[in-house]
């Protein structure tokens, strides 16, 4: 749902537009060992372009309780630990420039959960215990290989209220949630010493250049170049 109206896939996509493409290639449902079968496919090695950045986002599908049957996105613990390895060992591979932030599992509102889905995910329950466990385990990882990491199951917490204002069903963020994981976001991609920077505000516009088709200016002989034109509502980010 990160492309959804206030998705923070769909804020960094407008925030970073004439600077960079952001593309979506994480899907419902899936966990790390879905993501294992198609790392090849999705980020080949031999791509003639590779990308700036990956932001890494796994956890809350694993962590969930494990069905009776062996089905289901349950990956334990030190499983998935060995696949987010492998992953982000992957895209470290992909070129010296290729940069990588892994997001953690976010915490949960069980008691909504349970409001909105009843008893149908009992057997495989997602709790907000689990989620903790695989959150830190990752951020441990991502320590180790050297990676930046946004522990969201602490940054969501610290807001106000974040049970029954962060989420959608009690799994999915909801616009107030999805602030808090493009602020964090922006935080690194701001404090990070990368050359070249990928904050958004430090990066080079597409097309910059003055135009004549542009609006008039009040003196009626110039044009006002929107490039640098930043809405009022992305001011709200640069308070961070």
Not at 8 to 22: E, I, M, Q, S, T
Not at 27 to 49: C, E, I
Not at 159 to 172: K, L, M, P, Q, S
Request: proline share 5%; aromatic share 10%; net charge negative.
């Amino acid at each position: 749902m990160s492309y959804n109206v206030g998705g923070w896939g769909a804020v960094l996509a407008d925030l970073y537009a004439r600077k960079a493409d952001v593309i979506l290639r994480g899907y419902s449902g899936w966990n790390t060992r879905m993501a294992l079968q198609v790392l090849d496919q999705v980020f080949p090695k031999d791509a003639a372009v590779q990308p700036s950045m990956v932001i890494v986002y796994f956890g809350g599908n694993d962590a969930t309780n494990p069905h009776h049957t062996g089905l289901g996105t349950h990956v334990p613990l030190p499983e998935f630990v060995e696949n987010m390895k492998k992953i982000i060992g992957h895209i470290k591979s992909l070129s010296e420039k290729t940069r990588i932030i892994c997001l953690s599992s976010p915490p949960l509102n069980e008691v909504r959960i349970r409001e909105i889905f009843g008893n149908a995910l009992d057997d495989q329950a997602r709790t907000n215990e689990g989620c903790r466990i695989y959150s830190e385990a990752l951020v441990e990882l991502c320590k180790e290989m050297d990676v930046e990491a946004i522990n969201l199951w602490t940054a969501i917490r610290q807001r106000d209220d974040w049970a029954n204002t962060c989420f959608i069903d009690g799994i999915h963020l909801s616009a107030e949630g999805c602030k808090i994981v493009v602020k964090e976001i922006l935080k690194v991609l701001k404090d990070v010493d990368w050359e070249p920077s990928l904050y958004w505000l430090n990066m080079p516009f597409e097309f910059p250049e003055d135009s004549p088709y542009y609006v008039v200016g009040p003196d009626g002989k110039t044009t006002l170049n929107v490039t640098n034109h930043i809405c009022t509502w992305q001011k709200e980010w640069l308070n961070i």
